[in-house]
């Protein structure tokens, strides 16, 4: 994309600030923003409400993001719900779907059409083992894979989990 895709913009709004506006309205508090490249740049888009740390080693993968983020959640936090900047069809109601009733032993992932894709709920009982395997850009992939404690939540009534990683892909979704 030429740039990091926390500062793409989608008709006129970077996707940073489209994923927290989904999170906000879809009930998600307090929110973490994992910040890579250019972390000085994407942090003068956020807004002051949000707490925004970095993830130094960020050319590792998600893996490494997915590790602050849920280490820089509050003590009072049962659940996080992940969600990638890059996903412009995920919806608040799809993120509301995922996380109602969430309590520390949740783990839940978005399913479209019956196959996993994000955003990914993880309960506060999850979260040392998703940290010990989240690595280079397979983030909580191999924690979920066949766990029995794993929720799919369809949502391809509400959202779609198509990504943008070209300048053709984000065409499509603009208006």
Do not use: I
């Amino acid at each position: 994309m030429g740039r990091p895709k926390a500062l793409v913009e989608l008709n006129g709004e970077p996707l940073v600030r489209r994923a927290l506006r989904v999170l906000d309205d879809g009930g998600c508090a307090p929110r973490v923003v994992v910040v890579g490249a250019a972390a000085d740049t994407v942090r003068t888009v956020l807004p002051a409400d949000v707490t925004v740390v970095e993830a130094v080693d960020w050319v590792e993968g998600m893996g490494a993001s997915l590790r602050v983020g849920l280490a820089a959640l509050p003590p009072d936090v049962d659940a996080a719900l992940v969600h990638l900047v890059d996903l412009p069809g995920v919806t608040a109601a799809a993120v509301a779907r995922l996380a109602h009733g969430a309590d520390p032993t949740s783990l839940r992932r978005a399913a479209y059409h019956g196959r996993p894709a994000h955003p990914v709920l993880l309960g506060r009982d999850h979260w040392a083992a998703v940290m010990a395997v989240a690595t280079g850009d397979a983030g909580a992939r191999d924690y979920l894979k066949g766990n029995p404690a794993l929720e799919l939540v369809e949502c391809a009534d509400v959202a779609t989990p198509d990504d943008v990683d070209t300048p053709d892909a984000l065409a499509r979704w603009s208006t």
